[in-house]
């Protein structure tokens, strides 16, 4: 469980620190800091807030979700259809039972042009090679990233911005801004819109 924590933060600057300080590094003002409750932020840092307006619902056009088709009917089939843009959905399972051999074959047989993102927290480039070379992967969309970290994940999505990602698997990442890991998830995969 992750308890609440507080943050030191100057109120002259800015200036946040983990521990009460007299003295504040960034503007040199003296006992200028206060504690206060570090909130959870959804957004990460410095993303601006997009100005939206919200749409009739009976003025959107019914076209039937979009779905990207995984490749594989049946899996299409257990998710409705396929792929839905925006959509998150957890594949899981005992261990070697072929997950990742699976995904591997999805990012081969997916049906779409985009770029597909896989990131491993498990298993080296190399190793994730080895494998795709087995399978006959040979996919010029499908990029590599050997990452635990969620920020240096997101910035990457943010960066590429793939039609698809993987994350192999969902408890070997971590963020900075939770404490306690995750560890409960087998493995995850993303659909990002
Ligand atoms: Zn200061």
Do not use: H
């Not at 959509?87 to 990012?107: M, R, V, Y």
């Amino acid at each position: 469980m992750a308890k609440a924590k507080t943050v030191f933060v100057c109120n002259s600057c800015g200036y946040e620190s983990a521990k009460w300080l007299g003295k504040c590094p960034g503007c040199n003002e003296w006992n200028t800091f206060y504690e206060e409750k570090l909130v959870k932020n959804s957004g990460t840092t410095t993303k601006e807030k997009k100005n939206v307006t919200p749409i009739q619902l009976s003025k959107i056009e019914g076209k039937e979700a979009a779905r990207i088709s995984t490749g594989f009917n049946e899996l299409d089939r257990v998710l409705g259809g396929g792929l839905v843009n925006g959509s998150l959905i957890l594949l899981g399972g005992e261990p070697g039972i072929g997950k990742s051999t699976l995904i591997l074959q999805i990012c081969q047989k997916i049906k779409t042009d985009g770029k597909v993102l896989y990131v491993s927290g498990e298993e080296s480039a190399e190793q994730i090679k080895l494998r795709a070379d087995r399978l006959g992967i040979n996919n010029e969309n499908l990029l590599f990233l050997g990452e635990t970290d969620i920020e240096i994940i997101e910035n990457t999505i943010l960066d590429i911005n793939p039609k698809l990602v993987i994350i192999d698997s969902i408890q070997t990442m971590y963020s900075d801004e939770i404490t306690s890991a995750a560890r409960k998830c087998k493995s995850g995969k993303r659909d990002n819109s």
